[in-house]
Structure formats: structure tokens, C-alpha cells
């Protein structure tokens, strides 16, 4: 019979735990959104629909939540008279 392979691990071990350990309380780029975004918009779609929409964000590089939003700036431009 062949041996079994050691098993590896999730993930790798950080080279410098004290920095690793550190990182974790910086502040995300995502908690600057929060404070912008403060109306949330809440839409039904398909299940497929929802499928190429994550798809497409995926094969951008962008969350789903900046390409609708990048999408709905274009689609809806802010006027001088509107409130931002």
C-alpha cells in the first residue's frame, strides 16, 4: 500500500505573526463606505440574473455593491439642483 500524504493546512502561516496579529486592527477601506453609504436599496431578481451579475462584478475585479453602483451614476447622473 502507498502512504498517506501529510496533510497540509488551509492556509499558510504568516512569515511575521507579531505584524499579522497587528494588521488585523486597521481599519478596512470598507468602513469609509459606511459612512457614505447610508441608504441601503433593496431589489428582487432572479436567481440566474443574480448569477451573471455576480459573474460580471467577479470578471471586473469589483464587488457587486460598486459595479451596480458605478451602473446606477451612469444610468441616474446627479443634476446641479439635485442633493447628493
Known amino acids: 500500500m502507498s502512504a ?5 493546512g488551509f ?5 511575521d505573526p ?3 496579529i497587528k494588521a488585523a486592527d486597521a481599519p478596512t477601506a470598507r468602513a469609509a463606505d459606511a459612512a457614505i ?13 443574480r448569477a451573471r451579475i455576480k459573474i460580471a462584478a467577479f470578471g471586473r475585479g469589483i464587488t457587486v455593491a460598486d459595479m451596480l ?14 442633493a447628493t
Open 4 to 8: 498517506t500524504p501529510p496533510k497540509r
Open 11 to 15: 492556509a499558510t502561516r504568516p512569515g
Open 18 to 20: 507579531e505584524n499579522w
Open 37 to 49: 453609504y447610508s441608504a441601503r436599496l433593496t431589489i428582487d431578481v432572479t436567481p440566474d440574473q
Open 69 to 82: 453602483r458605478e451602473l446606477l451614476a451612469r444610468e441616474f447622473p446627479s443634476s446641479n439642483g439635485d
